[in-house]
């Protein structure tokens, strides 16, 4: 039987016939063809199109899961620098503000540095980019803000603090001279007079030209002879409300004048026996600017004596020299 030969049977004639080919049945098999491989790979190249990706495609989408990586990982980081932040705010309120006594920061001035208004520019954008995004921009609002007032907070701090230090500065804190102590402050009887009164000081016994430092740092309000002083030097120490008055002296160091500026150790004096004095010592007072006595004792650092005040600035000038300050 040939190939590509094909019969149908007539039952008429009760037997097999030949199936001529004619052109119009010929067209008509090669159009099924066609359209049913057209339809397949219509159907391929939809499929192939809609889930596969072209390599930029893939690069393209390997850069925005890395970029939304990296960018969770600086929120994380920057949410750490706000904790950070807030952490130095609590110090500030809790132990700055009030060793300086510095007023509490207003609460409603604290939460300046708290929330924000939401950003819905990213709305637009996948959720889970949107998310990191605004979390981004929120974190660093809050961090902005948080920076500024506690810049501003740390501004005000300095101002106190250098107020402190000038203060503490001009506190008497050491020990006028060398040489025994030998009387004390309060009623006691007079060695000239004969009779109790008040000492509003205290004296040290020393040797005839024995120098004489400035207990704090201030302004030389009197330098000359006063009565029962003898020759005489006050200081004034304004930022710490006190005057300090050094009595009995043989002579004055020749740069203390009246309105003369003075630093904590500087020489200003030479014990004698001047004025009210049965023998060489120095006549030491610590007053408040009212007029008050107070005790000096009271004001010694302990047992810091000039030599060993003048040791320590020097030590310390040579540590910072090693560390590199000023």
Not at 34 to 61: D, R
Not at 146 to 159: K, M, T
Not at 247 to 252: D, E, G, K, T, V
Request: some cysteine; overall charge negative; proline content about 5%.
């Amino acid at each position: 039987m040939p190939k590509n030969t094909y019969y149908h049977y007539d039952h008429e004639a009760c037997t097999f016939v030949e199936v001529k080919p004619t052109p119009a049945r010929f067209l008509k098999h090669i159009a099924v063809v066609v359209v049913a491989t057209l339809i397949l790979a219509s159907g391929a190249t939809w499929y192939l199109w809609s889930t596969a990706q072209t390599p930029l495609e893939i690069s393209q989408q390997e850069e925005i899961e890395r970029l939304q990586t990296q960018l969770a990982a600086s929120t994380e980081q920057v949410s750490t620098f706000a904790s950070q932040i807030e952490a130095l705010s609590s110090k500030d309120r809790e132990l700055y503000r009030a060793v300086l006594g510095a007023d509490p920061i207003p609460e409603d001035v604290l939460q300046v540095g708290v929330g924000g208004a939401r950003d819905e520019s990213f709305d637009r954008f996948s959720r889970p980019t949107s998310r990191v995004l605004r979390e981004n921009v929120e974190t660093f609002d809050q961090l902005e803000r948080q920076i500024a007032l506690q810049s501003q907070s740390f501004d005000e701090l300095f101002v106190l603090a250098e107020r402190h230090q000038a203060r503490l500065n001009e506190t008497p804190a050491m020990l006028p001279t060398s040489g025994r102590l030998t009387s004390g402050f309060g009623l006691r009887v007079h060695p000239i007079f004969r009779a109790r009164k008040q000492h509003n000081g205290v004296d040290f016994s020393t040797p005839t030209g024995t120098p004489v430092y400035a207990t704090a740092d201030g302004v030389v309000s009197f330098r000359g002879v006063s009565g029962g002083y003898g020759n005489l030097v006050k200081i004034r120490h304004a930022k710490s409300n006190r005057e300090t008055r050094y009595a009995h002296l043989s002579r004055f160091a020749p740069d203390v004048r009246e309105g003369t500026r003075v630093r904590r150790g500087q020489l200003i004096a030479y014990t004698g026996n001047t004025g009210l004095s049965t023998a060489p010592h120095l006549h030491y007072e610590v007053r408040e600017l009212d007029g008050d006595a107070i005790n000096p004792v009271t004001t010694f650092a302990p047992g810091v004596s000039p030599q060993e005040y003048q040791e320590l600035l020097q030590q310390a000038s040579e540590d910072n020299a090693m560390l590199g300050g000023a």
